[in-house]
């Protein structure tokens, strides 16, 4: 608590230093930059230290490098900060060769007096993987992404070999760690400025006032109101097009859409579908759509008395009418679930005899079960509409309106929303909610929302546990052959579709509406890319 309270203040304090209640000057932007909506604010500025939301999104890939990045075609990773690495025979040491000449940010809290070497990259995962690390406890001694997949007992140990060589261990092979630290999580964070803080006492600083090797970096923060980046003119690429990107994270007044209609936006992120009649039909808004790794499903709480009968959890799988969501909130803009996995994944498996509507059946296994008199749930509902779910409430309704018809109160308890912490913690009975991949591997679907390790590292919300299931798992990431790793996940999913842990809904797209006026954006199935080529033109 002791942590959280200091990240808190740290955010606060960069709020107050830089001015409260300001006006965006949205004219003046606009010479310079652009104004980007549609996405609440950040709990910290540290990508390590969250698994969703605008930080790891939308933020991270402005501010921070990895050593790696993902091809957005191929979702391969391929060299970024380091340029080649190499693997031991075992596939249990990986060498990494970094870029030379890679400079920090110059802001206002710190001035580097050196570019980027590899005591950085070992600090930045050393913070995560051990204990003892000063760093470790700061921001709360919380790295949900990582925990969830394992991260700190697959890797053993990072050291420097020299200034431009460093080695990671892995405790075993593991397929799928080459895209893991691809992610817009496993940022590069400067060791330099870690040491500096030590020495002041401000640790918490290093994650509340970021300093990255990305394109932009922060200069101005007002909590609710707004996060202004400026552009990082040593940018070891080339320097961005662009000298600003304003985050517009506000509430007060008129929604989103309406400040992108009125020109006080230019850029507005993932619009809910009803938006999109609208937008398309703005001659000054070009609306861009690209397929996402993610889906929709609800989290079902397996401590609970009724729902540890997996006869229940079937029911309430065959109670929903996935094609009415799709036809009332998507707008035939999503796809329905048929696994956790999307379409796209090398290794989806389509059951439509597990998951279909069927009212009588579900109905059938509730008086098999015992509960032909009723039941009564609870559903926590987070508001914030999402690319897998772009307008939750109404979809809860929805499920409350099917829930009823086979004899199933469902109260819905609303939040503004997500936070998977306070999801686990939460007592309530099912929990809408979604992923959005992070690689193109099938594990970073399946292991951070259902492992067993991630329920005992506090990510894994239904809070189901199944040896069987943990065991292909842990196979898929060390056979040689696809056709092997195909074939152990295509098991893993049998189990889900057998058990019910958690009940899919759906796979959305990933829409963003910007001015014509500007050109450059890049596109990728997982998070947002650079805004580095991002330019206005006239």
């Not at 996060?227 to 690429?237: A, C, E, F």
């Not at 579709?497 to 959305?508: D, K």
Request: net charge negative.
């Amino acid at each position: 608590m002791k942590a959280l309270a200091q990240l808190t203040l740290g955010l606060i304090s960069l709020s107050l230093l830089a001015g409260c209640g300001k006006d965006i000057d949205h004219s003046k932007i606009k010479q310079t930059g652009f104004v980007y909506c549609g996405q609440a604010g950040p709990e910290t500025f540290n990508p390590q230290l969250v698994d969703s939301g605008i930080t790891s999104e939308t933020l991270s890939p402005q501010l921070y490098d990895t050593l790696l990045t993902l091809d957005p075609s191929s979702y391969q990773p391929i060299a970024n900060l380091a340029t080649h690495w190499s693997v031991n025979d075992a596939g249990t040491e990986y060498t990494f060769h970094l870029r030379s000449g890679v400079e920090f940010h110059h802001t206002a809290w710190f001035t580097p007096t050196r570019p980027l070497n590899a005591s950085d990259v070992v600090f930045s995962f050393d913070r995560i993987i051990n204990e003892n690390n000063p760093y470790h406890d700061v921001g709360g001694n919380r790295y949900p992404w990582f925990y969830g997949i394992d991260f700190q007992n697959l890797v053993t140990k990072v050291e420097a070999l020299s200034d431009s060589e460093v080695k990671f261990t892995l405790s075993r092979p593991d397929n799928s760690f080459l895209s893991n630290i691809a992610t817009s999580h496993a940022v590069i964070l400067s060791e330099e400025y870690a040491n500096q803080l030590e020495i002041s006492d401000d640790k918490a600083k290093i994650d509340t006032q970021p300093v990255g090797t990305g394109p932009f970096y922060l200069e101005d923060y007002q909590v609710n109101d707004l996060i202004r980046l400026k552009r990082h003119d040593l940018y070891w690429k080339a320097p961005a097009l662009m000298k600003q990107v304003v985050f517009d994270i506000s509430h007060r007044g008129t929604g989103t859409l309406a400040k992108l209609l009125r020109n006080e936006c230019d850029v507005l992120s993932s619009p809910i579908s009803s938006q999109i009649p609208i937008i398309e039909a703005s001659k000054n808004i070009e609306l861009t759509a690209k397929p996402t790794m993610n889906v929709s499903f609800i989290a079902v709480n397996t401590k609970h008395p009724a729902l540890n009968d997996v006869r229940v959890r079937k029911a309430l799988n065959y109670a929903i009418n996935r094609q009415n969501i799709l036809d009332s909130v998507y707008y035939g803009t999503g796809t329905q679930a048929y696994s956790l996995l999307p379409p796209d994944s090398w290794a989806y498996q389509k059951d439509n005899t597990q998951i279909r509507y069927d009212r009588n059946y579900a109905i059938a296994l509730l008086r098999e079960a015992g509960f032909d008199k009723g039941l009564s749930l609870t559903m926590s509902v987070p508001l914030e509409p999402r690319s897998y779910n772009p307008s939750p409430r109404k979809t809860a309704e929805l499920i409350q309106s099917n829930f009823a018809d086979i004899g199933v109160r469902l109260r819905i308890i609303t939040d503004d929303r997500f936070d998977r912490q306070q999801a686990v913690q939460s007592d309530s009975d099912l929990y809408l909610t979604g992923w959005i991949a992070d690689t193109g591997d099938p594990d970073n679907f399946l292991r951070p929302l259902l492992s067993c390790y991630s329920h005992s590292a506090g990510v894994n919300i239904a809070g189901w546990c199944n040896p069987d299931f943990d065991f292909l798992l842990d196979l898929a990431l060390e056979v040689d052959k696809m056709r092997y790793r195909i074939n152990l996940y295509k098991q893993a999913q049998n189990i889900l579709n057998e058990t019910f842990p958690v009940i899919p809904l759906s796979h959305g797209m990933q829409f963003r509406a910007h001015t014509k006026t500007l050109k450059g954006f890049r596109v990728s199935p997982f998070n947002a890319q650079p805004f580095d080529l991002v330019e206005r033109v006239k």
